[in-house]
């Protein structure tokens, strides 16, 4: 059954259900939250309108997109802030929960964004992730994740969904004009969709906790 949105969500529902899918791996309701790489903010917004936390700062390192999300995401208990991924401007034990969606291929040191996450993580609290790696980047990508400071709760692999949600809106980007078509954009999702078809890449998410210490 699809997820249920409101009008105003529908044109970015490929998003929303990726950030629906990830972040529902653990209960948000009465938790701070930290998004880290959130972009637009679109992601952001709908689980602080949805989901019930207490608290959700979206943390990026581009401060025109931070304007951006400052003016359209106005809603209570939800702020944006300027900060590297590698580097999070936050005291230890600050959050219940860090989510990282579609960011981590960008970062150059991953380790050292996996060491900032279980730092700023409270004990009990999860990291809820999701990203993609070329097949070739994959052996490492595993071993950095195996060496993370945190446990692994669950992983799942998400290829065909990821496929499907493109398919659903590919439609959408057909009807767009030519020069629409031959924009950056549309070849990107083309591009990341017959690489999901056949295997080229891997998309994954994943749900890691920070265990309490007896």
């Given at each position: 059954?699809?997820?249920?949105?409101?009008?105003?969500?529908?044109?970015?529902?490929?998003?929303?259900?990726?950030?629906?899918?990830?972040?529902?791996?653990?209960?948000?309701?009465?938790?701070?939250?930290?998004?880290?790489?959130?972009?637009?903010?679109?992601?952001?917004?709908?689980?602080?309108?949805?989901?019930?936390?207490?608290?959700y700062i979206g943390l990026d390192l581009n401060p025109i997109g931070l304007d951006f999300?400052?003016?359209?995401?106005?809603?209570?208990?939800?702020?944006?802030?300027?900060?590297?991924?590698?580097?999070?401007?936050?005291?230890?034990?600050?959050?219940?929960?860090?989510?990282?969606?579609?960011?981590?291929?960008?970062?150059?040191?991953?380790?050292?964004?996996?060491?900032?996450?279980?730092?700023?993580?409270?004990?009990?609290?999860?990291?809820?992730?999701?990203?993609?790696?070329?097949?070739?980047?994959?052996?490492?990508?595993?071993?950095?994740?195996?060496?993370?400071?945190?446990?692994?709760?669950?992983?799942?692999?998400?290829?065909?969904?990821?496929?499907?949600?493109?398919?659903?809106?590919?439609?959408?980007?057909?009807?767009?004009?030519?020069?629409?078509?031959?924009?950056?954009?549309?070849?990107?999702?083309?591009?990341?969709?017959?690489?999901?078809?056949?295997?080229?890449?891997?998309?994954?998410?994943?749900?890691?906790?920070?265990?309490?210490?007896?």
């Open positions: 059954m699809a997820l249920p949105l409101a009008e105003s969500d529908e044109p970015n529902r490929y998003q929303i259900q990726l950030y629906h899918r990830v972040a529902t791996q653990v209960d948000l309701t009465g938790k701070g939250v930290l998004e880290v790489s959130c972009g637009h903010g679109g992601g952001a917004s709908y689980l602080m309108r949805t989901h019930g936390p207490a608290s999300c400052r003016k359209k995401h106005q809603l209570p208990g939800l702020d944006f802030i300027e900060g590297n991924a590698e580097e999070l401007p936050f005291p230890d034990q600050s959050f219940d929960v860090v989510i990282n969606i579609e960011a981590s291929h960008c970062y150059p040191r991953f380790a050292r964004f996996l060491d900032e996450v279980a730092r700023v993580l409270r004990p009990g609290g999860h990291f809820l992730y999701a990203d993609v790696r070329r097949r070739q980047e994959i052996a490492k990508w595993e071993a950095l994740l195996r060496g993370a400071p945190m446990r692994l709760i669950a992983e799942r692999f998400i290829n065909e969904e990821v496929a499907r949600g493109i398919e659903k809106i590919y439609p959408l980007l057909l009807f767009k004009t030519a020069r629409v078509k031959a924009s950056l954009g549309f070849a990107l999702w083309v591009f990341l969709y017959r690489r999901l078809l056949n295997e080229e890449v891997s998309y994954r998410m994943y749900c890691f906790a920070k265990d309490v210490k007896e």
